[in-house]
C-alpha cells in the first residue's frame, strides 16, 4: 500500500484519496474527468494497481500446485486474499468466500448447484421488481428447466419494496427469497433484517445481491444473517473479473460443484471423482489470482479509509446532489429520497433520450450512466424506456455534483423543445 | 458537442418529418436496438417499384430519431432498387457529423429498418 492511503480514517479527506486514483488526473478532450459511473465500475487506486504489477513481475505462478517458491508465494498472497474479505464481510471462515468472476456468476452458481438441487416442481423463488437482469434471468432460465414458479415482491410508487402483501408472497412454497441489497437503479436500500426475518418464518433461504452494497456501507454477513451473499470486486475499487460468493457452511458443503476440472477434486479415477473441501469445490480451473490479490488490496484500501466514513461521505453527497439536481426545470429523479437511498441518483430530463444526455455530459468530461441499466423492469415501473445515473463513490466532491447540475442545465437549452 | 447535435439534426429531432403512419403501407418494418431501446419502424407506400410515401415511427436518441427523419424525406419518389444501393457512408454524409462508435448504431437503426423493409423481410437475418 502507498503511503498516501495509510492516513487515520478520522483524517480521510476527499483531496488527499483522489491522488491514489491517477485515472482521476485525466482530462476528456479538454476537460478533466468527473467520473459518476460508479454503480457501472469503480476507478482503482495506486495500492491495486501495484499489487496487480507486483504479482506479475515478482510472484507470477500458479496457485495449490508446484513446490516451488513462486507458487508458494503466489498461494499465499491468493489465499492471503481471502482470508482479507472474509474478515472485510465478518464472514466466520475463510472456507466460505469463494472467488467467482462477481456477482452474476455467483447468483448463477447458486442457480445452478443449490437451485438444481432443491427446486422442483410447485416451489417458488420470490425476487423483487427491483432486481439486476442477472437476478432475474438465472432463475427464469432455471425455471423453464426444472419449473417451479418465479414470483417477484412489487414497488411501490415512491421507489421502495412494497411489502403490504408479502403473507401472500412469501409462504411455505417458497424456498428462496433472492433480493437486492441496494437498488442500481433507485439507490433504494432494502430492509434486509425484515425481509430475513420474514423468510425465516416460513423456512425460505435467502439470497442478497450485494453488489452495490459491500462498495459504499460497511457489511456483516453475519449480522445479516442471510444464507448467501454475493458481490464483485470491480465496483470496489478492485479488478475486473472477479467477485465473491459466501454461503452458510452447512449449505455449501451440501451442495454439490458447479463447474468441474482441476482444484474443485480431492481424487479423481476414471470411474468415478471425489469433491474438494470448500472452497475449492466451487472453484475448478485454474482462478483469476492476479485479480483475487487486487480485491485483497482493494479491501485493504477501504478499511483503512473506514467504510463508515465512505457511507457517511457518499450520503452527505447524495443528500447536496438529490437537492441540487431536483431544482432543474424538467428533471425526475426516480425512486426514494435521498435519506433512504445509497450513493447514486438515476433520473431523466424531460424529453431528452438518456444517451443524448450522457453524451452532452461527456463533452463537459462528465462520465455517468445512460439507458436500462440492465433492470429494465424498474423502468417498465416507471414507464420510461431508459434513465440516466449518476452514481458517487469515496473520491467524488460536490463541485462535480456543481458540474454535473451545469451540464445538466446545457442539455436543457440544448435540446429545449 | 455542437459538432454531434448539429442544427439540422436538432431541427429534425424537435420538428420530425413524415412521423406517424400510412394508411395502407406495402411495405414495413420494426426494430429495436436491445443496448438502448431506441425503436423505428417504418412504413412504405410503393408504386411501380417507387416509393411513393413514406412514415416512421419510434422512440429513442436524437441521433436515431433525426436520421429516420431525414431518410424520409431522401427516400420519397426514390426507385426501391436504388434505395437498396443505400449505405454507411450515405447515412453519414446525410448527417453530416463525426460520429463515435457507440452511437453510430444509434444512426444506423433506421437504415437497417429500411432495408428490411424495402427488401420485404419478415424478420432480419442473424
Redesign the interface.
Known amino acids: 500500500m502507498t503511503e498516501s492511503t495509510l492516513f487515520p480514517t478520522a483524517l480521510a479527506d476527499t483531496a488527499r484519496l483522489r491522488q491514489d486514483f491517477p485515472i482521476l488526473q485525466r482530462f476528456i478532450g479538454k476537460k478533466p474527468l468527473v467520473y459518476l459511473d460508479n454503480a457501472a465500475t469503480s476507478q482503482k487506486p495506486t495500492a491495486v494497481l501495484q499489487a496487480l504489477d507486483d504479482y506479475y513481475r515478482c510472484h507470477n505462478a500458479n496457485v495449490h500446485r508446484g513446490v516451488h517458491t513462486l507458487s508458494e508465494e503466489a498461494t499465499a498472497s491468493y489465499e492471503g486474499a481471502r482470508t482479507r474479505i472474509a474478515r472485510f464481510i465478518n464472514a466466520p471462515s475463510d472456507k466460505q468466500v469463494i472467488f467467482t468472476r462477481g456477482t452474476t456468476e455467483g447468483i448463477n452458481l447458486v442457480a445452478h448447484t443449490w437451485g438444481r438441487a432443491n427446486l422442483k416442481p410447485g416451489d417458488e423463488v420470490l425476487i423483487t421488481a427491483m432486481e439486476h437482469h442477472s437476478n432475474i434471468v438465472p432463475w427464469q432460465i432455471l425455471q423453464e428447466q426444472v419449473g417451479f414458479t418465479l414470483r417477484h415482491i412489487p414497488i411501490t410508487p415512491e421507489g421502495l419494496l412494497d411489502l403490504s402483501q408479502l403473507d401472500q408472497l412469501l409462504t411455505e412454497r417458497t424456498k428462496l427469497l433472492s433480493f437486492v441489497h441496494a437498488s442500481n437503479v433507485l439507490g433504494t436500500i432494502n430492509p434486509v433484517h425484515e425481509l430475513v426475518a420474514a423468510a425465516r418464518r416460513v423456512g425460505a433461504k435467502i439470497l442478497v445481491d450485494g453488489a452495490q452494497s459491500v462498495p459504499h456501507m460497511p457489511v456483516d454477513v453475519q449480522a445479516l444473517d442471510v444464507d448467501f451473499f454475493v458481490f464483485s470486486s470491480h465496483k470496489m475499487c478492485g479488478p475486473t473479473g472477479i467477485g465473491v460468493l459466501y454461503g452458510k457452511r452447512a449449505l455449501l458443503e451440501a451442495m454439490p460443484p458447479w463447474m468441474g476440472g482441476g482444484d474443485m477434486i480431492r481424487e479423481v479415477k476414471l470411474s468415478g471423482s471425489k469433491w474438494n473441501t470448500l472452497p475449492y469445490k466451487f472453484e475448478a480451473g485454474t482462478p483469476a489470482i492476479a485479480e483475487a490479490i487486487g480485491l485483497g488490496a482493494a479491501v485493504d484500501y477501504l478499511t483503512a479509509v473506514g467504510m463508515d466514513w465512505v457511507r457517511e461521505h457518499e450520503q452527505q453527497l447524495t443528500r447536496y446532489a438529490y437537492a441540487r439536481l431536483s431544482q432543474i426545470e424538467g428533471l425526475r429523479i426516480l425512486g426514494p429520497g435521498p435519506e433512504a437511498r445509497g450513493g447514486l441518483i438515476a433520473f431523466t430530463l424531460g424529453d431528452v433520450?438518456?444517451?443524448?444526455l450522457s453524451?452532452?455530459l461527456d463533452?463537459e468530461g462528465i462520465a455517468i450512466r445512460?439507458?436500462?441499466h440492465c433492470a429494465q423492469p424498474v423502468h417498465d415501473h416507471y414507464g420510461v424506456?431508459?434513465s440516466a445515473r449518476a452514481s458517487f463513490y469515496l473520491y467524488n466532491t460536490r463541485k462535480e455534483v456543481d458540474q454535473l447540475a451545469a451540464a445538466l442545465e446545457k442539455a436543457n437549452t440544448?435540446?429545449a423543445? | 458537442?455542437e459538432a454531434?447535435?448539429r442544427e439540422a439534426i436538432?431541427d429534425h429531432?424537435?420538428h420530425p418529418r413524415h412521423k406517424g403512419h400510412l394508411a395502407s403501407p406495402d411495405l414495413h418494418f420494426h426494430d429495436h436496438n436491445p443496448?438502448?431501446?431506441?425503436e423505428i419502424t417504418i412504413e412504405l407506400k410503393v408504386e411501380n417499384g417507387v416509393v411513393v410515401d413514406a412514415a416512421f415511427d419510434g422512440?429513442?436518441?436524437?441521433?436515431s430519431q433525426a436520421t429516420a427523419s431525414m431518410l424520409m424525406e431522401e427516400i420519397v419518389g426514390k426507385p426501391l432498387d436504388e434505395l437498396k444501393q443505400i449505405d454507411k457512408e450515405y447515412i453519414l454524409e446525410m448527417l453530416g457529423i463525426e460520429i463515435g462508435p457507440v452511437?453510430l448504431k444509434?444512426a444506423l437503426l433506421p437504415l437497417k429498418v429500411l432495408k428490411a423493409s424495402v427488401w420485404g423481410l419478415d424478420e432480419w437475418p442473424e
Open positions: 433520450h438518456p444517451h443524448d453524451a452532452v463533452s445512460a439507458g436500462h424506456v431508459a440544448i435540446f423543445l | 458537442m454531434l447535435y436538432l429531432y424537435k443496448f438502448c431501446g431506441d422512440r429513442g436518441c436524437a441521433i452511437r444509434c
